[in-house]
């Protein structure tokens, strides 16, 4: 990994910032070990995929990672899914030590790590499900194609978020459902001018 690039926005570093006045030290690492397991399951398995890892960098959506070299649909699939899968399984085992050592910080990693792996399961971009989504069906359609489905699964789980995040709201449990799903339409509506295949969070 000599060649590679590794670069930081200024919206990353500006929110980088903000959440180390906000939080604690307990806190950010509750939040960066699962996100360091989410992107080390990335990394893994694209390079056990034969392919190459080109540059790293930390935007507001996440630790993008550029890769290049040949697989097909289904190894694409796979690289996207490794993070998150990788997340679930250190939910699971940051849960059960929480339980055996009586862990405060285990057992908010593991539920950190829980609502990360599956919020990144959801099938719209940028997030790893959608593209999940594009790289299966992109299988069987063409590429345009396989991004109009894309583009709609993302359209549609943003409003869906957006009208449970209201209603959450509403009922007393905060902003958090409610931000996420406006930051998930502000990026569905980006990444339809600049996505990438071969990227991702």
Partial sequence: MNRERFGMSAAAILLAALIYFVADVDKILALLV??????????????LLGLRINSFRAELKGLCIAYSGY?????????????????????MAASFLSQRLGSPWLEL??????L???????PALPLDGGRIMYSLSSAFLSHSSARKLTDLSSLAVGLI???LGAYLMFKGYGLAMELAAVWLLIYTGTEHRAFHPREMI
Avoid at 109 to 114: D, I, M, R, T
């Fill in 116 to 122: 990360l792996s599956l919020f990144n399961l959801l």
């Fill in 34 to 47: 699962p996100a360091l397991v989410h992107e080390l399951g990335h990394m893994f398995t694209l390079r």
């Fill in 109 to 114: 990693s593991a539920g950190v790590s829980l």
């Fill in 71 to 91: 697989t097909g649909a289904l190894g694409h699939a796979v690289a996207a899914a490794a993070g998150p899968l990788w997340g679930l399984i250190y939910a």
């Fill in 161 to 163: 978020l957006l009208a």
